[in-house]
């Protein structure tokens, strides 16, 4: 039988932090893989929680008021997946019950009926947003 030297863990050089180690190798490649369907390589959207239809026209209401990125999913499922995000911007509201979205590939129309959930972002400022006395004390 061999003699394997096993040394306690008070005597390693450097503490193992275990898997956490090897995180930094998990690339935007990769989970941009996990968010394809495995049979057509399509995108699909992760599923998010279904919102009511009160918090979803207090949300359209407050990203057209704010001018605040709205990402929003559809309630559609496409071979057993939801679509991908629409992200915009709120523009208007139409007199069919549906919204009107600026997106980077143009005007689109979408009914409020069909929206799951909808997450804003708020717009991106070349200042510190979280500063309020801009340094006067």
């Known amino acids: 039988m061999a003699n ?5 863990r008070s005597k390693w050089l450097y503490p193992d932090r275990g898997m956490v180690k090897w995180l930094g190798f998990f690339l935007s490649d990769h989970t ?5 369907d495995s049979e057509t390589g399509e995108d699909v959207g992760v599923p998010q929680v279904q919102q009511d239809d009160a918090a979803i026209g207090e949300l359209l209401d407050n990203a057209y008021l704010t001018g605040e ?3 929003i999913q559809r309630n559609i499922l496409v071979r057993d997946h939801f679509q991908p995000d629409i992200v915009g911007t709120v523009a208007g509201f139409t007199p069919g019950n549906g919204v009107l979205l600026y997106t980077t590939a143009g005007a689109q129309t979408l009914a409020i ?5 909808i997450r804003l972002e708020p ?3 070349w200042y510190r947003s979280e500063v309020n006395d801009y340094g006067l004390k």
């Open 69 to 71: 990125t709205a990402h």
């Open 32 to 36: 941009k893989a996990l968010e394809q």
């Open 4 to 8: 394997i030297y096993d040394p306690p």
């Open 123 to 125: 717009p991106a400022k």
């Open 113 to 117: 009926s069909d929206i799951r959930n």
